[in-house]
Structure formats: structure tokens, C-alpha cells
Nanobody
Framework: QMQLVESGGGLVQAGGSLRLSCAASGRTFSRFVMGWFRQAPGKEREFVASVTWIGGTNYADSVKGRFTISRDNAKNTVYLQMNSLKPEDTAVYYC???????????WGQGTQVTSSS
């Protein structure tokens, strides 16, 4: 089992920034691809970004150029730096983990991000 705990959510004005953190425990962190997903009210959960153990990244088109995902393998932590936030970024953000060739099996409890116009 892997436990994931997110932090750093909150309320910010449109155009502002937030940094989310996700602390992992219970499994060998460096063997997992780490990702962030989000779910807005009334919508399905959607992919935001992912990072491999060696730092390869992938982003949803809606956040490219504004969000940056990174990880610190020594601290078992993954981050999501969110800049130029828009009201449509408002959602519960979830941290997730998967083996390199597997499914997103591990999820955090989520943290609320609200960007007000």
C-alpha cells in the first residue's frame, strides 16, 4: 500500500498562484509515476499532470505553460506549482501514483483549490 497526503490548497484570486504538495509513504516512491488529477463540481475527474521517477513530465493542454509538476525523491514528495490561476481551475485536486506500466491505483484524499474571479 502507498499512502498519499495532499496539502497546500486554498482560496486565491484569479491570476494568483498556489503550490500543492503530496507526501507519499508506504512504498518505494521512486518506482512510481506520480500525478495530479482534479474534479470540479458536476464534472468527471480529469488528468492534470504527471512526472516519472527521472523527471519526465506530461500535462493536460488546459494547464500547459501555467502549471509545473516536480518531485523530490529524497523527500518522497511531489509538487504542483500553479500559476496564473483561472476560475475554471477551481476543483478538488488529487495526488495519485501508479507503477510505470500500471494503473493509477493509489489516491490521496484531495485538497480544495478555489480561484475566484
Amino acid at each position: 500500500q502507498m499512502q498519499l497526503v495532499e496539502s497546500g490548497g486554498g482560496l486565491v484570486q484569479a491570476g494568483g498562484s498556489l503550490r500543492l504538495s503530496c507526501a507519499a509513504s508506504g512504498r518505494t516512491f521512486s518506482r512510481f509515476v506520480m500525478g495530479w488529477f482534479r474534479q470540479a463540481p458536476g464534472k468527471e475527474r480529469e488528468f492534470v499532470a504527471s512526472v516519472t521517477w527521472i523527471g519526465g513530465t506530461n500535462y493536460a493542454d488546459s494547464v500547459k505553460g501555467r502549471f509545473t509538476i516536480s518531485r523530490d525523491n529524497a523527500k518522497n514528495t511531489v509538487y504542483l506549482q500553479m500559476n496564473s490561476l483561472k476560475p475554471e481551475d477551481t476543483a478538488v485536486y488529487y495526488c495519485a501514483a501508479r507503477p510505470s506500466a500500471g494503473a493509477w491505483d493509489y489516491w490521496g484524499q484531495g485538497t480544495q483549490v478555489t480561484s475566484s474571479s
